[in-house]
């Protein structure tokens, strides 16, 4: 099983992209993760919103492989603690099928991307920067697949 992490938004922060290669390697013998940014759409004065919405949403659905297991990072999707995160990576890998998770641009998800999601992850009610959200998912990939490894990385 192999993960795809398509996110809108390029060249992230040294520190986040740091960080989110030190967890893809330490991940990559259990779940190899590779990233795919994705141009955001224009914003700005006198531009509307709605179509850059619809047009990251294009390029997301165009960069989803086809048979993947797709869960959509959505504050409005269900909130899982490590724990359950575990329990979830068991169940992706009964089914067979590579992942795929999706970070949307800053309104969020066009409604065909959220349509074709298979699951609806969320990390609370927080607002976070989605840059930083990459490099949580990361770690919680790698802390759940330590977990099911019964590695000693999680400790609660």
Same mark, same amino acid.
């Given at each position: 099983?192999?993960?795809?992490?398509? *996110?809108?938004?390029? /060249?992230?922060? *040294?520190?986040?992209?740091?960080?989110? %290669?030190? &967890?893809?390697k330490r991940l990559s013998h259990w779940l190899p993760l590779e990233l795919i940014e994705i141009?955001?759409?224009?914003? =700005?004065? @006198? /531009?509307? %919103?709605? /179509? *850059?919405? !619809?047009?990251?949403?294009?390029? #997301?659905?165009? %960069?989803?492989?086809? =048979? *993947?297991?797709?869960?959509?990072? $959505? #504050?409005? @999707?269900? #909130?899982w603690s490590s724990e359950q995160l575990a329990q979830r990576m068991e169940t992706w890998r009964? !089914?067979?099928?590579?992942?795929?998770?999706?970070?949307?641009?800053?309104? =969020? +998800?066009?409604? $065909?991307?959220?349509? /074709?999601?298979?699951?609806?992850?969320?990390? @609370?009610?927080?607002?976070?920067? +989605?840059?930083? #959200?990459?490099?949580?998912?990361? $770690?919680?990939? &790698?802390?759940?697949?330590?977990?099911? %490894?019964? +590695?000693? &990385? +999680?400790?609660?």
């Open positions: 099983m192999k993960a795809r992490l398509i *996110a809108v938004g390029e /060249r992230a922060p *040294a520190w986040v992209a740091d960080g989110f %290669a030190e &967890y893809r141009e955001p759409g224009l914003r =700005g004065k @006198g /531009r509307d %919103a709605a /179509r *850059a919405t !619809a047009d990251e949403g294009a390029r #997301v659905m165009a %960069a989803i492989p086809k =048979g *993947a297991l797709v869960v959509a990072l $959505e #504050v409005r @999707g269900k #909130v009964s !089914a067979g099928r590579d992942l795929c998770f999706l970070i949307g641009g800053p309104e =969020g +998800h066009a409604p $065909e991307v959220l349509a /074709r999601a298979d699951e609806q992850w969320s990390f @609370g009610p927080l607002t976070l920067p +989605h840059m930083l #959200v990459r490099l949580v998912l990361a $770690e919680q990939l &790698y802390r759940a697949n330590a977990m099911l %490894a019964n +590695h000693p &990385y +999680h400790r609660a």
